[in-house]
């Protein structure tokens, strides 16, 4: 049972012994909060009963009491809405120097890509003392990605991508396990994270030697037609994709959206939804055509793209310029 839940102060993830402490205080402040309504119940109901001689009367309350048991309770509990705030927003921000991660569920596994290209299934290797950040979409239903071990737990959805984060500190095996009904087999999907030494994570991730996620990603890029349009030398149909991850984008209707994983999806399986400012709705659906895989590694690729020269970050997703006709000119 351990091996499920560990205890604190011994935890599996750095997150693990943060929420433990939260729960260990909700406990400690709740248990003190009852015994001290409990006790004093009890000493009043003791002290000032009904008895022979003494009757029962009205007692008017006092204004001072009424606010102190009013206003020190509140703040006291608000404590755990501002502790719980900020260990929410703390897992649901993904450190900068994360180790990506690509989960695709489906009835009934968990199929795993890490951007060095090795697969698994129901299985993640990773080491110790590393931040990992897990991008992950449903190829059906929707599932929900829960290591009791890390106290993480997160939706998986068909159509978009949802994110978790963890940070193992502790060599093992950590069960994983699907903690939404998802069909007659959902007991049955789960697996195990596998937390290695770095050193033998190394040997484990070198013995499986296969292409880069976002080496896939280019040669489907490829393959797909895309770098017709999506030129990053010349001005093309499309924007340029160089530099575009997690940056502004002008839209048509005058909204600006970040670039982030799931609007590099969502271009690609519905290219009208948003349309970049200065280009027509020309791009066809790849809907039905690539897979989930074969999206993680579009998308790996996009994000992988450099930065644009120096000088050229405000040209890479405006219209070309029809030949002889200057900018200024196409713009008045």
Aim: hydrophobic residues 40%.
């Amino acid at each position: 049972m351990s091996k499920f839940f560990p205890l604190w102060p011994d935890q599996a993830s750095t997150m693990a012994s943060q929420v433990d402490m939260l729960y260990i205080y909700l406990l400690l402040v709740s248990g003190v909060m009852t015994t001290l309504i409990f006790v004093a119940i009890t000493v009043f109901a003791i002290k000032y009963r009904r008895r022979p001689g003494r009757e029962a009367h009205q007692i008017e309350g006092s204004l001072i009491l009424e606010l102190s048991w009013s206003i020190i309770p509140f703040f006291v509990m608000l404590t755990f809405f501002i502790w719980g705030a900020v260990l929410y927003f703390q897992e649901r921000t993904p450190p900068a120097n994360s180790t990506e991660v690509y989960v695709v569920a489906k009835q009934w596994m968990w199929k795993i890509e890490h951007m060095e290209g090795q697969r698994e299934i129901n299985e993640l290797h990773v080491p110790t003392g590393q931040n990992v950040k897990l991008i992950m979409t449903s190829q059906d239903v929707i599932h929900s990605f829960f290591v009791p071990a890390f106290r993480i737990k997160q939706d998986v959805l068909p159509g978009r991508y949802t994110t978790a984060w963890f940070k193992a500190t502790k060599p093992g095996r950590y069960h994983l396990f699907c903690a939404e009904y998802c069909g007659t087999m959902h007991s049955g999907m789960g697996g195990d994270i596998v937390v290695m030494e770095p050193q033998d994570y190394a040997l484990w991730m070198a013995g499986g030697a296969t292409a880069p996620l976002q080496d896939t990603g280019k040669e489907l890029f490829g393959a797909l037609g895309c770098a017709t349009c999506h030129r990053s030398d010349v001005q093309g149909r499309g924007p340029s994709l160089v530099g575009i991850y997690n940056k502004p984008v002008m839209l048509e209707d005058g909204r600006t959206v970040t670039a982030d994983e799931n609007y590099v999806r969502e271009s690609i399986l519905d290219p009208t939804a948003k349309i970049v400012n200065g280009f027509k709705p020309v791009m066809p659906t790849f809907q039905g055509i690539v897979s989930e895989e074969q999206l993680n590694a579009l998308v790996a690729y996009v994000k992988s793209l450099s930065q644009p020269p120096t000088g050229t970050a405000g040209l890479q997703n405006q219209p070309a310029t029809p030949q002889g006709q200057t900018q200024n000119e196409q713009v008045q």
